[in-house]
């Protein structure tokens, strides 16, 4: 315990654990004139009198309340100062605080959950977005393949702002695409001629909404779509072939653009 019965004041290190504050934040009080010791001892030393404490005490007080230092100064050194004011507006900025750190836990908790479950929809809210035939597993799934990859962060990153309104409008998009592709293979499309790039444009501009798809990686994909049982039923459910047709037109694409698919890895 401190004594604080001291004839010629307390110490700077009683004045500190008098106050609850370190040493050095009464150093720095002093520098700046806010709170001083207020006598000296014979041997030289500055001591702290009673009435320096006190105004030590306030300064604790307001600096709890979240005052800065210049603010606790004018309440205390200012007589016109409006102290109810001060501490109100204090209150108001700090429910400005609460408020944003609330809209950052939304976001957190909306981004901490996209990692985990990829799309943020109810599994009706898929269904209805996606087709009857959407599986809401497919996130899942996709999770447990891809879930330490950098795409998969960047899905998800997406995803966590991305609305039910989006979703849909993403979904549209795909949909368009797929019956494009489906009706240029029954036109007779050629892999490689203007219309068929043209198609492979389409699909990386609308994959990308979910994760930068360069042109390697999309020779990558359109293998995977051909050769994963579930993705070329879904693109053969379309029109007969068009997986393989699909990731025909991929690869033509990729030579034009100084890529052997056989070579291509997903980079």
Known sequence: ??????????TVG??????????????????????????????GYRHYTEEDLQRLYRIV???????????????LDDPTADIGATLQDQRSQ??????????????????????????????????????????????EQARAVWGSSP??????ERSASRTREQWQSLSDAMSTLQR??????????????????NLVERHRDVFSHFFPLTRQMQVCLGRMLESDPGFSA??????????SWFRRIIDESARAHGIDPNAATWQ
């Open 94 to 139: 700090l429910a400005e605080r609460i408020h944003d750190l609330q809209q950052l836990d939304k976001r957190l908790e909306r981004m901490s959950h996209a990692h985990e479950r990829g799309i943020l929809l109810s599994d009706e809210e898929q269904a209805e977005t996606f087709g009857a035939d959407w599986d809401a597993r497919r996130s």
């Open 151 to 156: 795409q998969w962060a960047q899905f998800a």
């Open 61 to 75: 007080a307001y600096r709890e309340a979240g005052l800065g230092l210049d603010a606790v100064r004018e309440v």
């Open 180 to 197: 494009d592709l489906g009706e240029a293979l029954d036109e007779g499309v050629i892999p490689g001629s203007p219309e068929a790039n």
């Open 234 to 243: 879904h693109y053969d459910g379309i029109r007969a072939g068009l997986a």
């Open 1 to 10: 315990m401190v004594d604080r019965d001291i004839d010629d004041g307390a």
């Open 14 to 43: 009683a004045a500190a654990e008098l106050a609850g504050v370190t040493v050095r934040a009464l150093h720095h009080w002093d520098e700046i004139g806010l709170a001083s010791p207020s006598v000296r001892t014979p041997a």
